[in-house]
């Protein structure tokens, strides 16, 4: 039980960071530096120094092992009267710390006696930092922990998976239905062709777009044109009935919190939503399929081996096994990757060692590009197709 309660931290990390962070305004919301009161705004910095963090030990961490089972027998008896995989209990740790932290973070915003945020000033720094730690934690709860679920509903019941669903997409600002049309019908039914409006485009010249672009473009006006375009054409009267009626169930609890203070529907909704669903995610899929050619059979996209990178992301580096058997199980895909192993570098799959964010540290370098770029290309020692005599 020890181990599993190891893992669930683990696997909850950032939410739990996030809820931490939330808190944590409590213990230094007060402190001020030669009159100023800095301590609202510490839990920004703290935010930027983490994510320049994560890919330290993303690197440090070695390879993930290829069998990983962390619920014990008696526990996962118990959790299959209701779970599909007992797995999958991480993921609803994970999606019940986070709107723990949600919150949290609206409670304290509403009220400032306990905080001693009372000036305009304080309350933007709170906002800033709280809704960092928020999007960071929600864009993986959308982009990971709710994709794992539209791939492999969690729970037994469909009565629950669909409200679980509606629940899990809210704080990313995307009605759940629509998330998973792009996801499904888009990206895995057209992937690397121009129909696929997900991933990143690649140029005449073999070049991709340009990561901030295509990162700050992402949600809501990538998203929005193409969920526009799409419904449009959408020839199944069926789909486009479904996307705007799950559209209006969606509208009325997204829109509470600014009914019940705009601005902290401003500082604490929408912007961690921006922070998720543009930052978070429109990073990992520019990460995951930067790079990907049609050249070879798995060259698609990359695999990231990193066991810290994978365990707190719910193996979200084995991309090239999920695109190739989307109907794994996340929790079964490093052993489907050790499976693979062969086949990945005959077909030239690419591998790299560490996780998505040291891969994205490479790829958003503002001033070494190019350099970023070509290390971020070299294949993992071990995936090197031999070349023939």
């Known amino acids: 039980m020890l181990r599993f309660l190891g893992y669930a931290v683990l696997r909850s990390l950032y939410p739990l960071l996030a809820l931490a962070a939330v808190w944590g305004h409590l ?44 619920v014990p027998p008696a526990l996962a008896r118990r959790l299959g009267r209701w779970l599909a995989h007992p797995e999958d209990v991480h993921g609803v ?25 009372a000036a305009a000033g304080q309350k933007l720094g709170f906002a800033l930092g709280a809704g960092l730690w928020l999007g960071w934690s929600g864009g993986v709860n959308l982009g990971v922990n709710y994709h794992s679920h539209v791939h492999k509903p969690f729970f037994r019941s469909a009565f629950a998976n669909r409200w679980f669903s509606r629940l899990i997409a809210l704080p990313g600002a995307m009605p759940a ?15 690397g062709e121009d129909r696929d409006w997900v991933q990143p485009k690649r140029r005449a010249d073999g070049r991709y777009e340009n990561l901030w672009l295509y990162v700050l473009l992402y949600w809501p006006w990538r998203w929005g044109l193409h969920f526009w375009r799409e419904f449009r054409r959408e020839v199944r009267p069926a789909v486009r009935r479904r996307a705007w009626r799950e559209a209006a169930i969606f509208a009325v609890p997204w829109s509470l919190p600014f009914v019940v203070d705009p601005w902290l529907g401003l500082g604490l909704w929408l912007f961690p939503a921006w922070v998720g669903s543009s930052i978070i995610l429109g990073m990992g899929m520019y990460t995951q399929h ?6 070879a059979r798995y060259s698609h996209t990359t695999t990231f081996l990193s066991h810290w990178g994978n365990v707190t992301m719910f193996n979200a580096g084995f991309h090239v096994e999920h695109h190739e058997h989307p109907s794994v199980h996340w929790s079964e895909l490093p052993a489907l990757h050790e499976a693979m192993k062969p086949e990945l570098i005959a077909g030239g799959a690419h591998v790299v060692p560490y996780g998505l964010y040291r891969g994205s540290s490479l790829l958003n370098s503002l001033f070494r590009q190019r350099s970023g770029w070509r290390r971020f290309r070299q294949q993992h020692p071990d995936y090197r197709r031999s070349e023939p005599a």
């Not at 530096?33 to 510490?42: K, R, T």
């Not at 999606?95 to 001693?116: D, E, I, K, M």
């Open 177 to 191: 239905y629509w998330w998973r049309y792009k996801h499904l019908a888009v990206h895995h039914s057209h992937l």
């Open 27 to 70: 213990a230094w919301g007060r402190l001020a530096w030669g009159g100023l009161p800095v301590g609202a705004w510490l839990a920004l910095p703290l935010a930027l120094l983490t994510l320049h963090m994560v890919p330290y030990f993303e690197t440090w961490s070695g390879p993930s092992p290829s069998h990983l089972v962390t």
């Open 93 to 117: 740790i994970f999606c019940a710390v986070h709107f723990a932290a949600l919150g949290s973070a609206f409670w304290l915003w509403l009220h400032p006696a306990v905080t001693g945020f």
């Open 290 to 295: 930067a790079g990907g050619t049609g050249e």
